[in-house]
Structures are given as structure tokens and as C-alpha cells.
């Protein structure tokens, strides 16, 4: 291996061992890149490169089917990813409003999905497959029914003490 290549293993030896313990195979690509996203909360472009050459794969391949699959991001997300659902029973019943109150209390701005303090990301969704609790909100994997805006900035408090506690 060249030095550089050396460097680039150091760099990534994580991805290296996911890659690896799926055999290295391109048919196993879509979970590959579901593990390197759980490590990394997102899809960095330059891991993206590097696992395409782990498979022996074209960069443009392995990056279509990082971006046809809503579930891959390639920006950096929270820890706490939000989704709100927005769809017709959600929407009628004010998640527009829910968006709003999470949006002004965690001081996102204009197409700002993400806190600086990389702890919450917020994205709206079209259904979450429960319009029995509209307005619907999904913390990672927790569900919250019967959502208002109060509601939501208690449940960011939530999150927050949380993160408090554990810094502690």
C-alpha cells in the first residue's frame, strides 16, 4: 500500500470494517451504507468515494443510490432526528403550527434543518402511518400523538435534560 493509501486507511478504518463485514460484496451496498449512516448520522461524500473503491464500484453508482433513497441524507443530522408528519389529517389538525413552535425554539432559520450544536435535525414528513394521534411527531424512535405546539417544545425540554444529565 502507498502512503497515501495508508493515510486513507487510517482515516477510514471504521468503514473499512463494515465494508469488510459484509464481505466486501456490492450486492450488500445498501447495508453497508445504512451502518456507515448510523455511525456518522449521514452519508460523507468522501466515505461514499472511498467505500465505491472498497467495491470496486463507480463513485456515480454508489452516490445514485445514496440520493434515490429518501432514507440516506448526505448532510450531517442531529442526534435527535424530529419528523413531523404533515400529512392531511396532521396538516388539518395544526402540525403547521407544531413545525413552527420547534423550528422558533431551537433557533433554526429560513432552509436551517439542523442545530449548530448538531443535537436536533427537523424534517417534515407526508404520513407517518398514524392519523388516529394526528398531529403526529417522531423523536428517532419514539412516537408523540395528540402533538401541540406546547407539547413540542416540552418534548425538545425533553431531549434536552436528557443530554444534560448524561453530560454530567
Do not use: W
Amino acid at each position: 500500500m502507498t502512503a497515501p493509501n495508508m493515510q486513507l486507511a487510517r482515516k477510514f478504518t471504521r468503514v473499512m470494517e463494515i465494508v469488510d463485514g459484509y464481505g466486501r460484496d456490492q450486492a450488500k451496498i445498501i447495508p453497508i451504507m445504512q451502518a456507515i449512516q448510523e455511525e456518522y448520522r449521514y452519508l460523507p461524500e468522501e466515505v461514499l468515494t472511498f467505500v465505491a473503491t472498497m467495491l470496486d464500484m463507480s463513485p456515480a453508482k454508489v452516490f445514485g443510490i445514496a440520493t434515490f433513497y429518501s432514507h440516506f441524507s448526505l448532510e450531517p443530522k442531529g442526534k435527535y432526528i424530529i419528523r413531523i408528519c404533515d400529512g392531511t389529517a396532521c396538516h388539518v389538525k395544526g402540525s403547521g403550527k407544531i413545525i413552527e413552535a420547534m423550528q422558533n425554539h431551537l433557533g433554526l432559520e429560513g432552509k436551517q434543518k439542523t442545530t449548530s450544536d448538531m443535537l436536533f435535525t427537523i424534517e417534515t414528513v407526508s404520513c407517518l402511518g398514524a392519523c388516529g394521534l394526528a398531529p403526529v411527531v417522531v423523536v428517532n424512535d419514539d412516537v408523540y400523538g395528540q402533538v401541540s405546539p406546547q407539547k413540542s417544545i416540552e418534548i425538545i425540554k425533553s431531549y434536552k435534560d436528557k443530554e444534560a444529565v448524561q453530560e454530567n
